[in-house]
């Protein structure tokens, strides 16, 4: 659907010191656009929604949080590809960059209690949510089966552009479904899988596995750089948003580093150059870091 996103040296003295080689895939330019929010996982996960040909004036309803990246991707590729959007959003009804970002695309904001929006999968359920059976249904996160593959393109990319499969992937999660991919993508390769999640619990292991289907490989999960949890972040980290921008830019304290938001790719590298401080990777290791997006 675009060409494929760059992969980055990632020069830092604490990485070259220890003598490995590191690089960003930089999947925040895969995008139609500069700017828009419809980037990197956002629209590998999407693009089998987006190939349809019976889009034009449908509905499409999804999930999320108050501050999806999801919500803001689905309600730029409504405004691109010229049909509806409706959001099912998490929580008590609030006003925030993200929100008025997708109403000012025509996208229509339902406020769900917590308690129904955790039986959003159940079938009954939904039925009441989502009446309409000419409407398109779009899971939490963008994630479906017809999308795994090509969310694990994001592995196939890096490949072809090093030349090689790297010792190590990275990358972060929130409901696992680029990381499904990509673990996928890795099986039957020398590349070690590593996964660090937005948010606590040791459950994110047995999401991918479920996600992956029929599919098996080895992956490693690192809960404890969730911190607090989803979208809480460590108090020395600096935030700022900049004029215009939806999406929180986070400074973790390493110059050198690409532009990250803190709710997913703030997390991922934090906990990778924790490794790298920690001598987990052995000397002329090849590590690449995906930077899936969020910054916009």
Request: with cysteine; aromatic share 10%.
């Amino acid at each position: 659907m675009l060409p494929p996103s760059p992969l980055e040296p990632l020069l830092l003295p604490e990485i070259t010191a220890r003598g490995l080689r590191c690089f960003v895939k930089r999947d925040d330019r895969y995008a139609f656009e500069p700017g828009s929010p419809l980037q990197g996982n956002k629209v590998r996960k999407l693009s089998p929604l987006l190939r349809r040909s019976d889009l034009a004036g449908r509905t499409v309803v999804t999930f999320g949080g108050a501050y999806s990246n999801h919500v803001a991707a689905l309600a730029a590729a409504g405004e691109r590809f010229g049909f509806r959007t409706s959001f099912l959003i998490r929580g008590e009804p609030v006003r925030n960059p993200v929100l008025d970002f997708a109403a000012a695309r025509g996208g229509e904001l339902r406020f769900l209690d917590r308690t129904t929006y955790r039986l959003r999968d159940d079938a009954a359920t939904l039925r009441q949510l989502v009446p309409d059976p000419d409407h398109i249904i779009v899971p939490e996160g963008g994630t479906s089966t017809a999308s795994l593959p090509l969310t694990g393109e994001l592995f196939h990319e890096t490949v072809r552009q090093l030349g090689y499969a790297p010792d190590y992937f990275c990358l972060s999660a929130g409901t696992g479904g680029t990381a499904a991919g990509v673990v996928a993508a890795a099986a039957g390769t020398t590349t070690h899988v590593e996964v660090f999640p937005a948010l606590r619990g040791e459950w994110m292991a047995e999401t991918i596995r479920r996600q992956m289907g029929n599919a098996r490989a080895e992956f490693s999960v690192f809960s404890r750089y969730a911190g607090r949890g989803y979208a809480k972040f460590p108090a020395h980290w600096q935030l700022h948003r900049p004029a215009g921008a939806l999406a929180t830019r986070a400074d973790i304290g390493v110059a050198g580093l690409p532009p990250l938001e803190p709710v997913y790719t703030a997390k991922l590298f934090t906990g990778v150059l924790d490794r790298v401080s920690a001598g987990a990777y052995p000397s002329g290791a090849v590590i690449v870091v995906a930077h899936t997006g969020g910054i916009y």
